[in-house]
């Protein structure tokens, strides 16, 4: 991303409010002495405060490390910016005196991001992909830029700066990635482990809990099985009950009837016999004349005898019946006496009945009544327990799985870390940055003064730079000024590539401060040639 305008007040030299806008391609900032316009000096005309401008806007701070307070104009109380890029990402910062300091930070579609400045930076700096020392390094190259001091230096002391520009950003990042990552295991590890240990004290509890729950069970499934038998026995003392009421002869109303009509027919009986009794007694007790009771005379034996005789008879009928009466009495008190026992019986028999009723209701319930309910009740108890056991025992596999993939890969980040803190590795990658460097400086030299300018990095413990002419190579030092500054130029850019490479920037962009110094006519045209021709890498 490339910044498309740039507006600020208070910052610095410019106490008004200026807005600078850019398109892509190349600019040249030029100042004349505001003292002294005629003069070639253009010290304090802002040209170096304008390029600060945009670290102060990336990172609230600019290379010379001023207080912020020292930034705002000696004039004013407070100073404010605003940076625009072809994204659309806004960045809004602004400082009073005294006072902390304000960033936002506006992205296309989201809400703006604010607060805490330390949370705010740290996402703009993830927005803008850059370490402050890789900006101060490659993107804006001022004069205190390491490298800069890179091409000034000697090819020893240059060594020991590319070593050191390399490890301020490939091998610092890489060791905060290893540093940051171990800490983020550990505590990852540390996470897991607390929370495994939390895991099996629930375990355990659970446990305890499952074995009371067990417990309880246990005693219910005793209980059950003694209420069970308790119900067995006395269901076998209802049906006992009931078989023998059952056994009992079945006296019905049918039966009571049957002995009432004999008693009534025994009585009707008893009634024609007192009849033909009266009619018997009455010729039992007729008088037989033998004589006329007047005058005495004896009648006619053949007249008498049929007179006895039916009194006879009549006497034999009266004592057969009296009998056959006595008989039925004897036979009617029998059957008044069966008729109460069959009363009594009936009677007794619907007493039973209802019994049966309340014997078989009793039976029924004793059948159906279990201890299903309460077993249940403490079975899904056990299973219950059961189940969130064999969840925690899961939960701590995957606290475990975690707690070994942190533990492994811990020792891993702790050799980078310690590795990237010392010389040796350093040593072993300076040779693929030598590589890379020699690729971006020959496209460089290429693209910006054809087959004129050739520079070559040889092997060795020193960085020497040779850049070969007419003569054969010659060390870049050894070289006039007027001549060089475009060789430097080709290092400065491949370094500065190689370094964005490294640290995979965002920013596209590059701000060169006072590179080539006093240059005469010539040497201006040849560079406003180069700025063409760079002009078209950036857009």
């Not at 240990?197 to 067990?214: G, H, I, P, V």
């Not at 327990?385 to 942190?406: C, D, S």
Request: proline content about 3%; glycine content about 6%.
């Amino acid at each position: 991303m490339r910044p498309v305008s740039v507006s600020f007040e208070g910052f610095r030299l410019f106490r008004q409010g200026h807005e600078v806008s850019f398109m892509p391609g190349a600019y040249f900032i030029l100042g004349a002495n505001e003292d002294d316009p005629e003069t070639a000096d253009s010290n304090q005309a802002g040209k170096t405060t304008l390029m600060s401008l945009f670290g102060w806007m990336l990172y609230g701070r600019i290379h010379t490390g001023l207080q912020k307070d020292a930034l705002i104009h000696w004039d004013e109380n407070r100073m404010e910016g605003e940076l625009v890029f072809d994204t659309g990402l806004k960045i809004l910062r602004s400082k009073e005196r005294s006072k902390s300091e304000a960033l936002t930070i506006c992205e296309p579609g989201k809400k703006p991001v604010e607060g805490d400045l330390a949370i705010v930076q740290a996402r703009l700096n993830a927005l803008v992909g850059v370490s402050e020392e890789l900006y101060h390094n490659s993107i804006w190259i001022g004069p205190d830029a390491k490298t800069k001091q890179f091409l000034a230096a000697t090819a020893a002391e240059r060594m020991n700066l590319l070593e050191e520009i390399v490890a301020n950003d490939l091998f610092s990042k890489a060791r905060t990635v290893a540093e940051r990552k171990r800490k983020t295991h550990e505590t990852e590890l540390s996470v897991a482990k607390a929370q495994f240990d939390s895991l099996k004290r629930q375990e355990e509890q659970r446990r305890q809990e499952l074995l009371t729950a067990q417990a309880r069970l246990q005693g219910a499934h005793e209980r059950a099985s003694a209420a069970q038998k308790a119900r067995a026995d006395r269901a076998n003392r209802l049906r006992a009950e009931i078989r023998e009421i059952m056994a009992k002869p079945a006296e019905t109303v049918e039966g009571l009837e049957a002995v009432t009509m004999q008693v009534q027919l025994i009585d009707q009986d008893l009634s024609r016999i007192a009849v033909e009794m009266g009619n018997a007694s009455v010729a039992a007790h007729m008088h037989v004349a033998e004589a006329c009771p007047t005058c005495r005379r004896p009648f006619d034996a053949a007249d008498v005898e049929p007179a006895k005789k039916q009194k006879q008879t009549a006497l034999d009928l009266l004592k057969g019946l009296s009998e056959k009466r006595d008989k039925l009495q004897t036979n009617k008190a029998e059957a008044q006496t069966r008729l109460q026992t069959l009363r009594q019986k009936i009677e007794s028999r619907k007493g039973d009945e209802r019994r049966l009723i309340e014997l078989n209701r009793d039976l029924s319930n004793i059948t159906q009544d279990t201890d299903d309910e309460g077993l249940a009740a403490f079975e899904d108890a056990v299973t219950e327990i059961k189940r969130a056991i064999v969840g925690l025992q899961q939960t701590m596999r995957e606290y475990e799985q975690a707690m070994h993939k942190a533990a492994s890969v811990i020792p891993d980040y702790k050799f980078w870390e310690t590795g990237f803190g010392t010389r040796g590795i350093r040593n072993m990658l300076m040779d693929d940055v030598r590589t890379m460097l020699q690729h971006h400086v020959g496209v460089y030299c290429h693209r910006l003064a054809g087959d004129q300018i050739r520079i070559t990095f040889p092997p060795g413990d020193k960085f020497d730079i040779l850049l070969h002419g007419p003569k054969g190579p010659m060390p870049i030092e050894a070289v006039s000024t007027g001549g060089v500054w475009r060789a430097n130029l080709c290092v400065l850019l491949a370094l500065r590539k190689t370094l964005q490479f490294m640290g995979s920037t965002r920013l596209d962009m590059l701000l060169l401060d006072d590179l080539c110094g006093h240059i005469d006519d010539t040497g201006s045209r040849a560079l406003v040639d180069t700025a063409a021709k760079l002009a078209s890498e950036f857009g």
